[in-house]
């Protein structure tokens, strides 16, 4: 697992109006994000840490506390979906 979630490169991602469509064409698979996931898969760009990705949502969204299990759970999926290495 990578320290550094990089967001893959050959997906595509739509905003759609109740959220973000990703197209993952290797695995032909079509996901259905919520604003808060895709800002999570934004934020994989190989120079953040999970948890200053965890920080950064939580300034994002003016959160009392970091959401460290929301965010390690999301990350855990696009990890397991092949989106982010």
Wanted: glycine share 4%; proline share 6%; with cysteine.
């Amino acid at each position: 697992m990578n320290d550094l979630p990089s967001r893959v490169s050959d997906i595509d991602v739509a905003e759609v109006a109740d959220g973000f469509v990703v197209y993952h064409p290797v695995r032909d698979r079509v996901h259905f994000f919520n604003h808060t996931a895709a800002v999570v898969l934004e934020l994989c760009d190989g120079t953040k840490s999970d948890a200053e990705i965890t920080r950064l949502l939580q300034r994002c969204y003016e959160l009392p506390e970091p959401p460290e299990a929301e965010v390690a759970q999301c990350l855990a999926q696009l990890r397991e979906e092949g989106l982010v290495d």
